[in-house]
């Protein structure tokens, strides 16, 4: 997949005729739902007469926003393939420091034209790593042979021992996270609109003369009484409210233009700014210790463990963790037997994870365990494309906060779930499952698009302004509420649609539960044309 979608693929089977006259001759119009009740659209995002998507806000103000920008490049190039220009075999032993030395040699090289390095090609065989590998160079790419469990074919790194305890047997960026924090001087100034409605891109600021057209800026909305008041302190149940300065929501963006002080960003806010209940503001960010265009590719991680699956968690707990970078992939990859994830960011921006496995992971049955596919702090513009999970707790989750947004799992199935995926933990914003699949859960509850209450640690409202889009839950729940100031949507979804969840709230929007025939059968894939034409 290269996110370069035709228009009969974002129709789907049912729509052989394509366009504004394809969608009139189904009887699909304005309105929405066709006569024969075969094929329908929704009230909250539809094709107009002219085949381009309208969008309706409720009496709020929610809308759902455009989450068309997810992935590497924002979606708007396909993933490279960069050259290859090492190729090393496995040695007897440890490979670590072999592996490593390779990777480095690589990460010397001087960057193309379009800043690549290179590729370090992994032949087939096993390859024994004791620690971890770090692809800390912007430019560089790390390949396997296949991700196969025949080493005679593949590539198959063999994670063993517990060195570092609880260790990533892959970093893909930088060493250490920062928030974003690294302002440039002279370049903060304050968001002046009174309101900047989720979904927009633009707004007006106090003074535009240190901004340029693009520059790269984080835009902070403080965790202000004022805000906590209006979301009912996070709804956290019996344990004690989110308090002041715990929750600021944070995006990283590039400026698209300027004209006079109003500023337009090249990717969508995925959360009402409402100036009264705090004064926002950005910065240019100094994009210190940035790593990009980096990728993992067609390998398999089998993480070595001894005994009970279910007990034993003394062994490395992720696959590859994608850290501090922008512009980078997973793809064509299996990992096995981590006990936290397989695919982890965190402060990463514009990331692809297409056509992975994260299988089996061995841990205890338990919090902050078994999320197969993990989006922690400061993940944004995240895509995972016709990834695959099994035996995981929270398979396809956002466990990032106020900071993690814009992220769409498409087409994802879960196998064997032992718990929901789900926006996780105090609002995270703009979350997509699109096509999400269900295969033999073990639970009845398997997506949650929800209040989370005092699970964890008050976790309470887990997302904000996020969708499930024709999903299947098969005969388990699909749990979607409304939280205060914002919304929630569950949309021509398969199985028991609800909003009851495990703490008492609001239902969500829900809309056309258990109808066949959605039009676009893919939210994503058809804002992605929208936004291309």
């Not at 965190?346 to 297409?354: C, F, G, H, N, S």
Request: with cysteine; aromatic share 8%.
């Amino acid at each position: 997949m290269t996110n370069l979608f035709s228009r009969r693929s974002v129709l789907g089977a049912g729509g052989a005729a394509v366009g504004a006259a394809a969608l009139g001759s189904l009887g699909i119009g304005q309105a929405g739902a066709s006569p024969t009740g075969r094929l329908w659209q929704s009230e909250r995002v539809r094709y107009d007469s002219k085949y381009r998507l309208v969008y309706t806000a409720d009496d709020e103000g929610n809308r759902i926003p455009d989450f068309s920008h997810a992935g590497y490049r924002n979606g708007d190039s396909p993933i490279p393939h960069v050259r290859t220009v090492k190729t090393v075999q496995p040695i007897e032993g440890d490979n670590t420091a072999h592996l490593q030395a390779a990777i480095d040699e690589v990460g010397l090289r001087t960057p193309d034209r379009n800043g690549f390095r290179g590729a370090l090609l992994l032949a087939p065989g096993i390859y024994p790593v004791a620690g971890t590998l770090r692809v800390n160079r912007s430019g560089v790419v790390l390949r396997g042979s296949g991700d196969g469990a025949d080493p005679a074919k593949n590539t198959v790194i063999q994670a063993t021992g517990n060195t570092p305890v609880s260790r990533d047997v892959v970093v893909l960026g930088g060493s250490v996270s920062t928030g974003w924090r690294g302002e440039v001087a002279g370049t903060r100034t304050d968001i002046t609109s009174d309101w900047v409605q989720v979904g927009s891109r633009s707004f007006d600021v106090a003074d535009a003369s240190g901004l340029k057209r693009g520059d790269n800026i984080v835009l902070i909305h403080p965790c202000t009484e004022a805000w906590l008041a209006s979301v009912d302190h996070g709804g956290t149940a019996k344990d004690a409210g989110w308090t002041v300065d715990s929750q600021p929501i944070t995006y990283n963006r590039f400026i698209r233009s300027i004209r006079g002080n109003t500023v337009t960003v090249d990717v969508p806010i995925f959360e009402h700014m409402r100036r009264a209940r705090s004064q926002s503001y950005l910065y240019v960010w100094d994009r210190a210790g940035l790593v990009t265009g980096v990728g993992v590719e067609s390998l398999r991680i089998d993480i070595q463990f001894a005994g009970d699956p279910d007990v034993d968690e003394a062994h490395a707990w992720v696959g590859v963790k994608v850290r501090q970078v922008e512009d980078a992939w997973v793809r064509d990859s299996t990992f096995l037997h981590f006990a936290k994830a397989g695919v982890e960011t965190t402060e990463a921006t514009r990331v692809t994870v297409r056509n992975c496995r994260a299988l089996d992971p061995a841990s205890v049955i338990t919090g902050g365990l078994r999320y197969n596919f993990n989006c922690e702090s400061f993940s944004q513009q995240v895509l995972f494309v016709d990834c695959y999970a099994s035996k995981a707790r929270h398979a396809f989750i956002s466990n990032g906060a106020s900071s993690a947004s814009g992220i769409v799992f498409l087409r994802g199935t879960s196998e064997g779930a032992l718990a929901s995926s789900e926006g996780h933990r105090r609002w995270s914003q703009g979350l997509l499952w699109d096509n999400h699949r269900e295969v033999a859960p073990k639970v009845d509850l398997t997506l949650g698009i929800y209040n989370r209450g005092d699970y964890g640690t008050g976790h309470g409202w887990a997302t904000s302004h996020s969708v499930g889009w024709n999903c299947d839950t098969g005969t388990t729940k699909l749990v979607v509420q409304k939280p205060p100031t914002a919304q929630n949507y569950a949309i021509g979804c398969h199985g028991i649609i609800t909003g009851d969840g495990p703490f008492t709230q609001p239902a969500g929007y829900i809309e056309g539960a258990n109808r066949t025939g959605l039009v676009p059968p893919s939210l994503y894939q058809a804002q992605y044309l929208d936004r291309h034409r």
